[in-house]
């Protein structure tokens, strides 16, 4: 059971490039969410899914897109990347709809825009 | 706006003692208050979690108070070790979103 797998790594990309985030998740889960991480700012939260065909905008959207086109899937689109992006990604899942429960993290992916 | 107000930002105990993080939240909605754990390189990972209609939840060494009517809750690492140094995130929880702390970074010495 592989749980929430995350790709890449590690990427650095140069400013104006776009790039995919990809997630993937083996546990069935209807949630789905991608967060970024900043020294002192915590997790916030990009944007999230309650089910395949569905996702809506979290706390900073701006300059990302997403799709959920399976249930298993929910990639991360930079359409022209930004040093402010610049953060690590996290992908995250859990179960229940509706009341909260656990979120299982990926091993997050660590972007440098330049 | 929904936030979650974690405190302190760092935390330095000596092994052996105790370790506290406090978080407040603001919206009554939420419905569960989870703890994570996150190691360097490594994604968040679930620690402990309370639901608001207990008190308190112990698991080991670590415990969760829960105040509903101050709309606080606290993480209490009793025997502190080395292996816990780490990053805690609280958050709260309700329909469809994770509200998360801004972390706090725990280092016990040895």
């Known amino acids: 059971n592989a749980g929430v797998t995350q790709t890449p790594k590690f990427q650095v990309l140069k400013t104006g490039q776009s790039m995919t985030l990809q997630c993937a998740q083996d546990?069935?889960?209807?949630?789905m969410s991608w967060y970024r991480q900043d020294p002192g700012m915590g997790l916030r939260l990009i944007h999230y899914?309650?089910?395949?065909?569905?996702?809506d905008q979290g706390e900073v959207p701006n300059g990302y897109n997403v799709s959920r086109s399976t249930t298993e899937d929910f990639p991360l689109r930079l359409l022209s990347a930004a040093p402010s992006q610049t953060s690590v990604y996290f992908c995250?899942?859990?179960?229940?709809?509706?009341?909260?429960?656990?979120?299982?993290f990926g091993q997050g992916t660590r972007l440098t825009v330049v | 706006q929904q936030q979650v107000k974690q405190s302190p930002q760092s935390l330095i105990v000596q092994k052996g003692g105790i370790s506290i993080i406090n978080c407040a939240y603001e919206?009554?909605?939420?419905?569960?208050f989870p703890w994570y754990q996150q190691f360097p390189g490594k994604g968040p990972a679930l620690l402990i979690a309370?639901?608001?209609?207990?008190s308190e939840k112990k698991e080991g060494r670590f415990t969760i108070s829960f105040n509903k009517s101050a709309k606080q809750f606290s993480l209490h690492i009793m025997d502190s070790q080395p292996g816990d140094s780490a990053t805690y995130f609280c958050?709260?929880?309700?329909?469809?979103?994770?509200?998360f702390g801004t972390g706090t970074r725990l280092k016990v010495l040895a």
């Open positions: 995250a899942s859990s179960y229940e709809r509706g009341r909260g429960t656990e979120a299982f």
């Open positions: 546990m069935n889960h209807e949630y």
């Open positions: 899914s309650v089910g395949a065909g569905i996702t």
């Open positions: 919206n009554t909605a939420f419905d569960y």
């Open positions: 309370i639901r608001p209609d207990v």
């Open positions: 958050a709260a929880s309700g329909t469809y979103k994770y509200i």
